[in-house]
């Protein structure tokens, strides 16, 4: 056999194998918005449980969204597993910071957990920090600094290559108006990525569940509390996660009792 009929057998194979998996992956998308639809007439027609078994097929295919997510929590809202409801709004929320849909039924959900966490007090200016950061999703701000990123590359390179002087002038005012950005959203990726790996946060979805001085059930009880309650988790040690609370007080607890955001 030539080279040549071997190179041809191979690109057969690699057509075949397109042919065959495209359709299998529009099936899935398919699959996927009937699931949704359905889900969502499920809801319309009251049964909610259902709609919640519908959003959550879609989930295990590997979908999300924060629509999932949102319709997802109000579907468990109605059936009163407030855990559940909490859990995916937050998770709606990671994807779509600014819907002020989803922050209203948060809220609405947290009106029934049973233990009010107040905040330590922060800083007026890293509270301000905090929120604007919060406003984006990673995606965004990555996509924010690549393009601010190239407009300065590229328009560094035109400087670099070009005579003209007033080509110069204007390349210089443009790396300083979108260098100066870049170098302000660079700081807030970074800062976001150091938050999403290292600030890990869960839903307590047990109804109740004491918090302890040591991974043990023989550890002191230090303090109870009840489904809902969004923790920080700061170590982990076997099957135990050690949590802190917004308050400032931290615990042991069993890790099967939480559901990381």
């Not at 690109?11 to 194998?17: V, Y």
């Not at 909610?48 to 319709?71: D, H, V, W």
């Amino acid at each position: 056999m030539s080279e040549m009929d071997s190179a041809n057998i191979k690109k057969g194979i690699g057509l075949l194998l397109v042919f065959l998996v495209l359709p299998l992956g529009l099936a899935v998308a398919d699959q996927k918005d009937f699931l949704f639809q359905q889900g969502n007439e499920f809801y319309k027609a009251g049964d909610y449980e259902k709609a919640a078994r519908a959003y959550e097929q879609i989930l295990q295919m590997g979908y999300e969204s924060a629509a999932i997510y949102y319709n997802l929590g109000n579907a468990y809202f109605k059936l009163h597993q407030n855990s559940r409801a909490i859990l995916n709004y937050e998770r709606a929320l990671r994807l779509a910071p600014n819907d002020e849909d989803i922050r209203h039924n948060l809220q609405l959900a947290n009106l029934a957990v049973v233990d009010k966490i107040p905040s330590l007090p922060e800083l007026f200016y890293i509270r301000a920090f905090r929120q604007f950061r919060d406003r984006f999703t990673l995606s965004t701000l990555f996509i924010l600094v690549i393009c601010l990123y190239l407009i300065c590359i590229g328009t560094l390179i035109i400087r670099i290559l070009t005579k003209r002087n007033r080509a110069r002038q204007l390349a210089l005012f443009v790396i300083t108006v979108c260098g100066i950005p870049l170098l302000f959203f660079s700081g807030i990726l970074i800062s976001k990525i150091h938050h999403l790996h290292c600030h890990v946060e869960a839903i307590i979805m047990t109804e109740k569940v004491d918090a302890r001085s040591a991974p043990s059930s023989d550890g002191t009880e230090l303090f109870v509390l009840h489904e809902g309650v969004k923790v920080h988790i700061v170590n982990r040690t076997g099957e135990w996660v050690e949590i802190k609370l917004a308050a400032g007080k931290k615990g042991w607890m069993p890790k099967e009792v939480l559901e990381v955001i």
